[in-house]
């Protein structure tokens, strides 16, 4: 792939992640919306009936319907919009820098307030049809005559409701267990080991003027000046950092002298112009050899010191302190290899170790480098005294903003950390839908059935056993949602496997927690009507209707 082919890939799988997340509670919106207009054009059947005893054709009463649902849509979506406006600030001052900038995308403009327009009226007539369809097909000679046909067209009625719950539940489970995948994975990529220290290390971009001897003359003042401060551990220069710059550093084609550069053995290996202090400046741990002494590699001489992986491809499971590699087309460009460090994760965390060697400043020249700062707490607190002290040395010098380099590791989890915060965000909000459509259908069924819980009442059951039956009507749709979201949750884990660090997707921990939430909610929702059926006055509910 090109270089604007993997961009375009690698933002879009976030994207289509959050916008997949952000269809299912739409989809829990839109069932919640059918299940209410489904159970008033139940409460208002005999009224349908009268309609169309007296001309009124099915398109008409099918027209009503759509326009309460249209209404209930138009009203909602002002306040929709303010909402997410109103979100959209805080998620952006949660974010860093670079992902907060309000000229990246992140506002509500246009484009959205039209999609958002499109979508809710789409909606609104997909998702209102079939209770608008459902109520204008009753019998109405029935339904006029007898109270029986009114019951058997309820109960059809409590049937579609009861499948529209389920299906809620369901999509609450798939979104619990996204977010809880997500979340775990994003713990596992801020907990993972990445070879070097990232802690109380400051980061400044450092570009003198001048000739090379000049420009190498003020590095060794600015080393000097920066671990004589109060508090610094340390200090060192790199032409890069870690999760600094897209490609962090530059690339050699590496291989054995001898050898051609389509040998197995050959490849291609990042690298970093660093001073001697680099390694002990981020706790760098040379496993063989040594590493780079002061003024190492301004002299006609090559040496390299290289990674684990670098090593075991070009000598595997040999010694290769002392050796040569070849470090461009001809044998005239070898180094000797000093030392070998430990592997580490210089520019993605969840990406393999990839090979990787240093070389020291002087034998190579970079006028932009940046200097790396150990101190003994918050960076924060050392970049008045670093700036002062570059100024001292060139006032004219351009200075950019400071950071550190726990920062610049946050920024580069920017996107996992806006796909974490969203999940979690709708996942609960898909909860809160599912479970008032839970409470609605219960509420519902409670009412259908006041007589009956009447009779049972006055023949002797016990208001622990009215309250048991409705919860128990709760906890069977909560189970099928379970089962039915379950099967949801494993085929959505696969397609999030590539999104996935650390973690399978079968989480036990993750989906536990998801189905324990489910079970919480199924219960919540269905207590409250439960609660109040149990308090059913007999007499109230045998002369209800």
């Known amino acids: 792939l090109t270089e604007p082919q993997y961009r375009l890939l690698a933002g879009a799988r976030p994207s289509l992640l959050q916008g997949g997340i952000a269809a299912l509670v739409l989809l829990i919106a839109c069932a919640n919306l059918s299940s209410l207009l489904l159970a008033r054009a139940q409460a208002g059947i005999k009224e349908m009936a009268v309609r169309r005893s007296l001309g009124c054709t099915r398109l008409r009463l099918v027209r009503q319907v759509l326009l309460e649902g249209g209404l209930l849509s138009l009203l909602s979506l002002p306040i929709s919009l303010s909402l997410a406006g109103w979100a959209i600030g805080i998620l952006r001052a949660s974010l860093p820098a670079v992902a907060s900038d309000p000229f990246s995308g992140l506002h509500v403009n246009r484009s959205t307030v039209g999609f958002c327009v499109g979508i809710t009226f789409l909606a609104t007539l997909v998702f209102g049809l079939f209770p608008a369809l459902h109520a204008s097909r009753a019998d109405?000679?029935?339904?006029?005559?007898t109270d029986l046909a009114r019951v058997s067209h309820a109960r059809r009625t409590l049937r579609g409701l009861n499948t529209l719950v389920a299906g809620q539940l369901a999509l609450g489970l798939i979104l619990t267990a996204t977010a809880s995948l997500l979340f775990r994975s994003y713990r596992a990529c801020c907990?993972?080991?990445?070879?070097?220290?990232?802690?109380?290390?400051?980061?400044?971009?450092?570009?003198?003027?001048?000739?090379?001897?000049e420009c190498l003359a003020f590095f060794d003042r600015l080393l000097t000046r920066a671990r004589a401060l109060p508090g610094v551990q340390d200090a060192s220069l790199g032409s890069t950092?870690?999760?600094?710059?897209?490609?962090n550093g530059w690339t050699h084609q590496v291989s054995l002298p001898g050898h051609t550069a389509a040998d197995q053995t050959a490849c291609a290996a990042t690298y970093n112009v660093v001073d001697p202090h680099f390694f002990g400046t981020l706790d760098i741990p040379i496993l063989r050899g040594r590493g780079f002494q002061e003024h190492e590699g301004r002299s006609g001489s090559k040496v390299v010191v290289i990674n684990e992986t670098l090593a075991n491809r070009l000598w595997p499971g040999g010694d290769p302190i002392g050796r040569?590699?070849?470090?461009?087309?001809s044998d005239a460009d070898l180094a000797q290899v000093l030392g070998v460090v430990r592997d580490?994760?210089?520019?993605?965390?969840?990406g393999p170790v990839k090979p990787y060697l240093y070389v020291p400043l002087g034998q190579e020249f970079s006028r932009v480098v940046r200097l790396?700062?150990?101190?003994?707490?918050?960076?924060?607190?050392?970049?008045?005294?670093?700036?002062?002290?570059?100024?001292?040395l060139d006032p004219t010098m351009d200075l950019f903003p400071m950071t550190s380099l726990a920062q610049a590791i946050r920024a580069s989890l920017g996107e996992r950390e806006t796909a974490v915060k969203l999940a979690g965000a709708l996942s609960l909000l898909g909860l809160i839908l599912a479970c008032a459509g839970l409470y609605g259908v219960i509420s519902f069924a409670v009412g259908r059935r006041r007589q009956e819980l009447g009779i049972r009442l006055a023949l002797g059951a016990l208001r622990q056993d009215i309250t048991r039956l409705i919860l128990w009507q709760g906890i069977?749709?909560?189970?099928?949602?379970?089962?039915?979201g379950l099967g949801g949750t494993l085929v959505c884990a696969q397609v999030l496997k590539s999104a996935l660090y650390g973690v399978s997707p079968v989480d036990p921990l993750a989906l536990g927690t998801a189905c324990l939430l489910l079970i919480g909610v199924t219960l919540a929702a269905s207590y409250l009507p439960a609660r109040r059926a149990a308090r059913t006055d007999p007499m109230v509910a045998l002369r209800y209707e």
């Open 241 to 247: 950092a870690p999760y600094v710059f897209v490609h």
């Open 344 to 350: 580490g994760k210089y520019h993605s965390i969840t």
């Open 140 to 145: 109405l000679l029935q339904v006029l005559k």
């Open 191 to 213: 907990t993972t080991d990445l070879g070097f220290a990232c802690h109380n290390v400051l980061l400044a971009e450092v570009c003198p003027r001048g000739s090379t001897e």
């Open 372 to 392: 790396l700062v150990k101190t003994e707490g918050n960076p924060a607190a050392w970049q008045e005294p670093l700036r002062r002290t570059i100024r001292a």
């Open 324 to 329: 040569f590699v070849r470090l461009g087309p």
């Open 476 to 484: 069977k749709l909560g189970g099928i949602g379970l089962l039915l």
